[in-house]
């Protein structure tokens, strides 16, 4: 993590910024230019913005292993009344990358870049779920997407509810086949 790496089981954000920091390596593991988390994270009221995270050398333009411009968590999420914005990572996730699924809710992720991959949120995980009610998710921008995934949001193995919320202006490179990327 470039501001905070928590080893814990639940991490609290309440009415917490993240901003400006830089996850970076040159031997291909970097996550989470924000945050990176071993457990779960409970965001609430709270601001991830402008943070990085990116490899250099011989890693290539994707090697699985940089993602989560601004959050990356091994566990659950919940990010309620929070904000995810212009976050970038030279892999996968620009806003966040979640293992165990997670819920957003009154909240916004917006231009946020990823290298190649999903730009917004990638949340996957066996039995794992993905809730999203009265949230925004626009602006996002893939430059070198893989095949199938998406601009917006990248959902795997997961069980999905999306409730009035609105998902546009997102983009991806490679228009061939899109799991979810409005």
């Not at 989560?68 to 976050?87: M, P, Q, Y």
């Not at 990572?89 to 992720?109: E, K, M, P, Q, W």
């Amino acid at each position: 993590g470039g501001a905070i790496a928590f080893y814990g089981t639940v991490m609290g954000l309440y009415g917490t910024t993240i901003e400006s920091s830089l996850a970076r390596t040159d031997h291909g593991l970097a996550q989470g230019g924000g945050l990176y988390a071993q457990g779960s994270v409970v965001m609430h009221a709270s601001t991830i913005s402008n943070n990085s995270v990116s490899a250099s050398g011989s890693v290539g333009a994707f090697s699985g292993t940089i993602n989560g411009g601004g959050l990356h968590t091994r566990g659950s999420v919940l990010i309620e009344n929070s904000t995810l914005d212009g976050n970038t990572s030279s892999g996968d996730a620009g806003a966040a990358f979640v293992n165990r699924g997670g819920t957003l809710l009154n909240s916004t992720v917006s231009n946020n870049v990823a290298g190649s991959g999903t730009s917004g949120i990638v949340m996957q995980g066996y039995s794992s779920y993905a809730h999203i009610y009265s949230s925004t998710i626009s602006g996002n921008v893939s430059e070198r997407s893989k095949q199938g995934w998406s601009g917006g949001l990248y959902l795997v193995n997961a069980n999905i509810t999306i409730t009035n919320s609105t998902i546009t202006g997102n983009s991806e490179a490679n228009q061939v086949s899109t799991k979810f990327g409005a």
